[in-house]
């Protein structure tokens, strides 16, 4: 049976394979991207990494929060993440972060991974979610808008892939609305 939980200081190695496997197939195989890194070795997730930031306090810089689903008891197949802004002066916002392996998808855990961190930030005292979607990516910006982030604005050329450019979204969902 699978299952959807916060995580915790002992998933941050699970959580770093997961990622491993996640990644690779952002544009491969006909996939949309879904990330800015041309290779694995630009983005080396470090699980000590993912265990500082899940110990800080919200409103510390560099905190950030992680849930994952999991296939079995150390098995994550999909996640979901809040961090903090970029700006220290916009700590009522957070950036969320997705993903789902490909078998996982279409299977309504996209819904159930927002659905914790949305409610995990409202009751954080949080007043907005903001997310970047590739343009091309159209299935997660369905899902976005369909949970009710609103496209905010579109960044033309936001990153270069394999010397292409790729148009990048940015959404933002009310917490108080």
Partial sequence: MSQLRMLGSSDADTFVAHLHRYMPGS????APRFHPYETLDAWSPDPADFRSSWALPPGEDGWSRSWGVFDAPHSIVGHVDVKADFASMATHRCWLGIGLEPAWTARGWGRRLLDAACGWAKASGFSWVDLGVFAENAAAYRLY?????????????????????????HMAFDLHR
């Fill in 27 to 30: 544009g491969a195989n006909g």
């Fill in 145 to 169: 808008t369909r949970y009710g982030f609103e496209t905010i604005g579109l960044t033309r050329d936001r990153f270069r892939l394999q010397g292409e450019p790729v148009d990048d979204y």
